[in-house]
């Protein structure tokens, strides 16, 4: 399959394959007016399969929920048709206002304009948790 | 934070300490008399409780202070709509510290997050209930001289039981402790409880289904009452409640200094007979509540 060629914009590479829908919706990419692909289910020598965002425009990411995801994705930033950039995210401490706690007791449920926020309590197996009621962010 | 949300906030040292003053209320109750005189306490209960509100208020009272609030949702703002942060904001304004109990679990973090003053966890949903454990620590170490080396059973709703959430969580800092888990497989503690905390800890549990089985283990026996209100299924309710209760033929095996508590109200999970029972220490731990509460208002309020 064939996409074009990006003289200026961002490659999210190396996507878990079947989470870049996911991170098309907390990036809000359907926000943008400028060219934007998902490729699912691309070859990967590394893990079999992957995901791959390509956005024709150079956007400011949230490398938060980018490590979220995965701390293995790769940004890669194009200017003039080069690479210029290569970033990987870390995994955050905290994510804000981006999951929704989905416990139908979390007080997130019910009060009104409070950000949802999930902090990190196993680095080694990347598990967050809400703050408010300790549940696991799925 | 300024006040006390999950007793994972506390250290063991402070936790100590806390017991240390309520020992020292114990025993010299007058020194302690006037020592919040001119202070409030507002006690917010979204949810009905006997024992949780009124050992705040008399805590307060006892301690030369005065209290206000409300016991229920209805008598409130909330009524009307308005948000926990709010109505917190609004009796930030006349009180010098809040106790508040919510059914919504995280609702006391969201008050102590938007006040000056401090917030004191009464009981979120399911989630936690600090004072309670407070009162079961310093239950513990009256009864058994010590908060360490114990093997500690937990039995009935450990899925929606706060208090055992708690417990095990402040417990499996000490040294030496080992939970006996006894519970329905519908009702077993939490997932997050066993992997973050004591699978973390390295604490040594098992999970059972048998009372009988785990009686002659246990130092402690921390019984939990099967709770209606945490039930979205009526159904589920009804078949699980009779599951555990205690009589005393059950306790045949158990070791003659074994200690019972309850965080109460019980229905029917101990049999009355068992009140007569040296061995049954849930009403002393009643007592203990208010002065282990007491020690915390002094700690928050920042009185020596």
Same mark, same amino acid.
């Given at each position: 399959?064939?996409?074009?060629?990006?003289?200026?914009? $961002?490659?999210?590479?190396?996507?878990?394959?079947?989470?870049?829908?996911?991170?098309?919706?907390?990036?809000?990419?359907?926000?943008?007016?400028?060219? $934007?692909?998902?490729?699912?289910?691309?070859?990967?020598?590394?893990?079999?399969?992957?995901?791959?965002?390509?956005?024709?425009?150079?956007?400011? =990411?949230?490398?938060?929920?980018?490590?979220?995801?995965?701390?293995?994705?790769?940004?890669?930033?194009?200017?003039?048709? $080069?690479?210029?950039?290569?970033?990987?995210?870390?995994?955050?401490?905290?994510?804000?206002?981006?999951?929704?706690?989905?416990?139908?007791?979390?007080?997130?449920?019910?009060?009104?304009? =409070?950000?949802?926020?999930?902090?990190?309590?196993?680095?080694?197996?990347?598990?967050?948790?809400?703050?408010?009621?300790?549940?696991?962010?799925? | 934070?300024?006040?006390?949300?999950?007793?994972?906030?506390?250290?063991?040292? @402070?936790?100590?300490?806390?017991?240390?003053?309520?020992?020292?209320?114990?025993?010299?109750?007058?020194?302690?008399?006037?020592?919040? +005189?001119?202070?409030?306490?507002?006690?917010?209960?979204?949810?009905?409780?006997?024992?949780?509100?009124?050992?705040?208020?008399?805590?307060?009272?006892?301690?030369?202070?005065? *209290?206000?609030?409300?016991?229920?949702?209805?008598?409130?703002?909330?009524?009307?709509?308005?948000?926990?942060?709010?109505?917190?904001?609004?009796?930030?304004?006349?009180?010098?510290?809040?106790?508040?109990?919510?059914?919504?679990?995280?609702?006391?973090? *969201?008050?102590?997050?938007?006040?000056?003053?401090?917030?004191? /966890?009464?009981?979120?949903?399911?989630?936690?209930?600090?004072?309670?454990?407070?009162?079961?620590?310093?239950?513990?170490?009256?009864?058994?001289? +010590?908060?360490?080396?114990?093997?500690?059973?937990?039995?009935?709703?450990?899925?929606?039981?706060?208090?055992?959430?708690?417990?095990?969580?402040?417990?499996? +800092?000490?040294?030496?402790?080992?939970?006996?888990?006894?519970?329905?497989?519908?009702?077993?503690?939490?997932?997050?409880?066993?992997?973050?905390?004591?699978?973390? /800890?390295?604490?040594?549990?098992?999970?059972?289904?048998?009372?009988?089985?785990?009686?002659?283990?246990?130092?402690?026996?921390?019984?939990?009452? *099967?709770?209606?209100?945490?039930?979205?299924?009526?159904?589920?309710?009804?078949?699980?409640?009779?599951?555990?209760?205690?009589?005393?033929?059950?306790?045949?095996?158990?070791?003659?200094?074994?200690?019972?508590?309850?965080?109460?109200?019980?229905? /029917? @999970?101990?049999?009355?007979?068992?009140?007569?029972?040296? +061995?049954?220490?849930?009403?002393?731990?009643?007592?203990?509540?208010?002065?282990?509460?007491?020690?915390?208002?002094?700690?928050?309020?920042?009185? @020596?």
């Amino acid at each position: 399959m064939l996409i074009g060629t990006i003289v200026n914009g $961002v490659v999210i590479d190396h996507i878990p394959a079947g989470r870049g829908m996911e991170l098309y919706s907390y990036l809000k990419l359907d926000k943008l007016s400028c060219e $934007v692909a998902l490729i699912k289910n691309a070859p990967s020598s590394k893990r079999g399969r992957k995901d791959i965002l390509k956005v024709n425009e150079v956007i400011d =990411l949230n490398f938060d929920i980018l490590g979220y995801i995965d701390p293995h994705i790769t940004v890669n930033i194009i200017r003039d048709g $080069v690479r210029v950039e290569k970033r990987h995210p870390s995994l955050p401490h905290t994510i804000r206002g981006v999951i929704k706690c989905k416990n139908p007791r979390c007080i997130t449920s019910t009060e009104q304009g =409070l950000e949802h926020v999930f902090r990190l309590t196993d680095p080694e197996h990347g598990v967050y948790r809400c703050i408010y009621c300790d549940t696991r962010a799925k | 934070m300024n006040g006390l949300i999950d007793i994972q906030q506390l250290s063991t040292e @402070e936790i100590d300490q806390l017991i240390a003053k309520a020992q020292d209320i114990i025993a010299h109750p007058d020194d302690y008399a006037d020592k919040c +005189r001119r202070k409030k306490l507002a006690t917010l209960f979204y949810e009905p409780s006997t024992r949780t509100r009124l050992s705040f208020e008399a805590a307060m009272l006892e301690l030369g202070g005065s *209290v206000l609030g409300f016991s229920e949702a209805q008598s409130s703002s909330a009524a009307k709509g308005e948000s926990v942060s709010d109505t917190a904001r609004t009796v930030s304004c006349f009180a010098d510290i809040i106790a508040m109990r919510h059914p919504k679990e995280g609702a006391p973090l *969201v008050a102590d997050m938007c006040v000056p003053i401090p917030v004191i /966890n009464a009981g979120d949903g399911g989630h936690n209930h600090p004072t309670q454990t407070l009162t079961d620590l310093l239950t513990i170490t009256r009864e058994k001289g +010590r908060l360490t080396d114990m093997t500690i059973g937990c039995c009935g709703d450990l899925k929606f039981g706060r208090t055992v959430h708690s417990l095990i969580s402040a417990m499996s +800092r000490y040294e030496g402790i080992r939970f006996v888990l006894i519970s329905p497989e519908e009702l077993r503690v939490p997932e997050h409880v066993l992997t973050d905390v004591l699978e973390a /800890n390295k604490v040594d549990f098992t999970e059972t289904e048998s009372l009988t089985d785990a009686m002659p283990q246990l130092d402690v026996l921390y019984m939990t009452r *099967v709770q209606r209100e945490r039930f979205f299924n009526e159904a589920d309710y009804v078949r699980l409640k009779d599951t555990y209760i205690l009589t005393p033929d059950k306790l045949s095996g158990a070791k003659d200094d074994l200690t019972i508590m309850h965080p109460l109200p019980r229905v /029917n @999970e101990i049999s009355t007979a068992i009140d007569s029972d040296p +061995r049954a220490c849930y009403f002393k731990q009643v007592l203990n509540g208010k002065y282990i509460r007491m020690a915390l208002i002094l700690k928050l309020l920042g009185v @020596e």
